[in-house]
């Protein structure tokens, strides 16, 4: 399909009344996913939950090989889940992890994964932090040279939530390889700006949300289990109906073949249709695509930014994804912030709370973040680039 960026502006209706640059946070669904939701939740309305349900199999189901097709994976590696963070913990819980036993995180990491590994070091295991090389990516030597046969978990993520640095993800997975660890990609910034191929990642886990680049609507998201992983799992604490089978005995319960073991029966199925809508919109377009006009834009918002006084553009790496992170000197971020939204730019501000190993290792409080996406346009970064001057 061609780069039709009028037809995709048309199915993006904030684009008339908003500078959107905060894919990073929570983007504008394209209008067939806005459809898409609002007419299941009116068949929920007119029939009733359970018979939605049943009239709608077909397209409740369509998120397992459309996630399949992006992911390049089977249809029963893909669980559907209520966010990033919701699928992380459904799969890092799962994860044996003894006293002793050794987990590798990166700079870039998100805070609710690192409350997981701050929670597991409570119970005895070991954290190691990776380092990062001069340009903020992970040192590969380092993170090689300490894996050793106590890790059980390497755990990067792929782009950091206030950095537009872009992981090397995939050369993490290649080190990984010829390790019994488990490698768990957190692609929540990356999934819908970047083509993700899990057997090139070599990743185990992969967890992303459906509100940001992919453009799918709010509390949805996509938890990656390789089929081979399974068997290395310890107790999952959180099991469902939709995830085993009790036996007729009641004394037992088996657990579903493939990754629906880390689903629940209750979830929000009018999002689950969005996202798969919002999925197969991203397709049709085209990930490279997608990916390519994302960074010509951010590229074209941190060159013009660079030439403004007292501004600070962040970013490290390359290469480089579509979040743009800076500071004003003398202007603290959240009021930068409001005063951006107030003139019609959306951005967001996200600080060291957020990602300490990251922006706090860094000695940076708070970031303005400016996410262009492929619907943004030239001219809308050449008038954010304005706005800040003028501010
Ligand atoms: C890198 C990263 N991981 C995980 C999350 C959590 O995603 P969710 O809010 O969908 O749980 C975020 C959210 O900003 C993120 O940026």
Known sequence: MTFDLESIRADTPGTERIIHFNAAGSSLPPTPVVDAVVDYLRHEQMTGGYEAQADRVGDLESIYPVTAEYLGCENDEVAFCAG???????????????????????????????????????????????????NGLIDLDALASELDERVKVVS?????????????????????ADHPAIYLLDSC??????????????????????????????????????????????????????????????RHYDLLGGAMRFEYGEHFHAGRVGLAVA??????????????????????????????????????????????????DGTASVDLGARLRNAGLAVSVPGRRNTQFDLGGRGIDTVVRAAPHYFNTEDEVDRAVDLLAAI
């Open 279 to 328: 999925t197969r919109y991203m397709l049709d377009i085209g990930i490279d695509t997608i990916s390519a006009r994302t960074q010509l834009l951010a590229a074209r918002l941190r060159d013009g930014l660079t030439t403004l006084d007292r501004i600070d553009v962040l970013d490290q790496g390359g290469p480089k994804g579509g979040a743009v992170t800076f500071t004003v």
């Open 84 to 134: 990033a963070g919701d699928a992380w913990w459904r799969a890092f819980s799962a994860i044996r992890l003894e006293p002793g036993d050794r987990i590798l995180m990166s700079r870039s990491e998100y805070q609710a994964n690192a409350f997981g590994f701050l929670q597991a070091e409570q119970r005895g295991v070991e954290l190691t932090l990776i380092p990062n090389t001069e």
């Open 189 to 250: 910034q990356a999934a819908g700006q970047l083509p993700l191929d899990v057997d090139e990642l070599g990743c185990d886990f992969l967890v992303y949300t459906g509100r940001k680049w992919m453009r799918g609507p709010r509390s949805t998201g996509v938890l990656y289990a390789r089929s081979t992983v399974l068997g290395q799992l310890g107790a999952q604490p959180f099991i469902d109906g939709r995830s085993a089978e009790w036996s007729n005995d009641g």
């Open 156 to 176: 990067l993520t792929h782009v950091a939530m206030a950095n537009g640095a872009i992981q090397p993800a995939a050369d993490v997975g290649r080190l990984v």
